[in-house]
């Protein structure tokens, strides 16, 4: 059964960098699009990043970009979010998920998530 599972999320201090790592229990997912959401307490899932398969093209959203890196590594299965200059409003559960097709900002375009690892940062 394919799964993903993210880790790294802790609480760090406001200015502070944090890496956080998706897993994935198959080679089949190097495939695939990647992308990372986070979604804070009553608030809708956001996206925070792509990245395409075969070019390692990245997308981001103006509210991250530049702070934010998204990279893998085919050898692991593994993608990673490198996040800098982390600011409170970054604070949330952060999920990965595989890219099935459609908008990539949209939650409805992923077909496999994983259980969500939590930041927070303290200002």
């Known amino acids: 059964q394919r799964h993903l599972v993210e880790s790294g999320g802790r609480e760090v201090q406001a200015g502070d960098s944090l890496r956080l790592s998706c897993a994935a229990s198959?080679?089949?997912?190097?495939?695939?699009?990647v992308a990372w959401f986070r979604q804070a307490p009553g608030k809708e899932r956001e996206f925070v990043g792509l990245?395409?398969?075969?070019?390692?093209?990245?997308r981001y959203p103006d509210s991250v970009k530049g702070r934010f890196t998204i990279s893998r590594d085919m050898n692991r299965n593994t993608v990673y979010l490198q996040m800098g200059g982390l600011m409170p409003e970054d604070t949330g559960d952060y999920y990965c998920?595989?890219?099935?097709?459609?908008?990539?900002?949209?939650?409805?375009?992923?077909?496999?998530w994983g259980q969500g690892t939590h930041v927070t940062v303290a200002s």
């Open positions: 998920a595989s890219f099935s097709g459609g908008n990539y900002d949209s939650p409805s375009s992923y077909y496999l």
């Open positions: 198959e080679r089949a997912f190097n495939a695939y699009a």
């Open positions: 990245i395409f398969p075969l070019d390692g093209n990245t």
